[in-house]
């Protein structure tokens, strides 16, 4: 549906919307374009998060392990900005293919 709009500059900034992003799609979006979690992240024993890296790129994508944490929103908003850059893709068709991921 946004495809054709691939190559406009499109961030998503409502927060009540990259709320709703269910993060199960996020992880299998990133598990299906290359990126690996590279470490967990750990709080007084608590695993916390998951760092991604994809082999070809210096970033890291960092993302808690469950949807209801505060940080999500923001999380989710750097991990589209840094998949606006690495897959070269709007957020609009990034969204578009992390729900039919």
Known sequence: MFERFRDVKVRIVDKNFIKKIPLEKVENFLINNGWIVEQYIEINSVI????????EYDHVITL????????????????????????EKNQLV???EIYNS
Not at 49 to 55: D, E, L, N, S, V
Not at 68 to 84: A, G, K, S, V
Request: aromatic letters at 8%; zero cysteines.
């Open 64 to 87: 808690p392990i469950k949807q209801n944490f505060l940080d999500y929103p923001i999380r989710l908003q750097e991990t589209l900005d840094i998949l606006m850059e690495v897959e």
């Open 94 to 96: 990034l969204v578009e």
């Open 48 to 55: 916390k998060g998951k760092m991604w890296t994809k082999k």
